[in-house]
């Protein structure tokens, strides 16, 4: 964890009420996270820390705007993910570290928590369900494979010419339509 060291901070230390620091996220924090779901990017990270009244407990407040590169749900080509992020963090000094509701309780002995890992986990909830790219950008050799199985009948043509994004917008007006459901339909009118 030495190098997230820079993400380590002194709350039992803390001299002042509030405190802020920034981070410049980068391809590195990235790779040193060694998780699947984001593997390179640029982000700002703005962090407002306060002691609340109680004296040994914190709210963190997370400012996180930048770029993350995700995998394309349609293409599986590289896309860039504009993110914009703002979370929060509840901290309190206790006898071990737990997570508990809202709260997370560090050891008082220690009084330090280190933040990259929750910084990492809120870019991540950042990023939409669905991410594909912007229509007409995704790879036109993997848009064309799937075009050619997207067929509805075994001894139809290959919707010539027809890209990914008005496939759906023909699928959702029920322009074309599988005929599994037609037998299905005709058990509801049967009832």
Partial sequence: ????????????????????LEYELDNQFFADIDSPEVGRGHAR????????????AFELNFAIEGTVV???????????????????LLVKMGTEYAEDGDWVIIPEEEGEIN?????YEFIVLGIPMKHVHAPGKCNKTMAGKLNKHL???????????????EYEDLESTSQISDPRWNELKKILDNN
Avoid: H
């Avoid at 964890?1 to 802020?20: C, E, H």
């Fill in 151 to 165: 067929r509805v009948f075994a001894d139809e043509e290959d919707i010539a010419g027809v890209e990914m994004e």
């Fill in 1 to 20: 964890m030495a190098k997230f060291g820079k993400y380590k901070i002194d709350l039992k230390g803390m001299q002042v009420p509030t405190m802020r």
């Fill in 70 to 88: 995700i995998q394309c749900d349609r293409c599986l080509d590289d896309m860039d993910q504009c993110i914009a992020v703002s979370d929060k």
């Fill in 45 to 56: 990270v703005s962090l407002d820390i306060k002691k609340l009244a109680a004296g040994n």
């Fill in 115 to 119: 933040v990259a890992w929750f910084i």
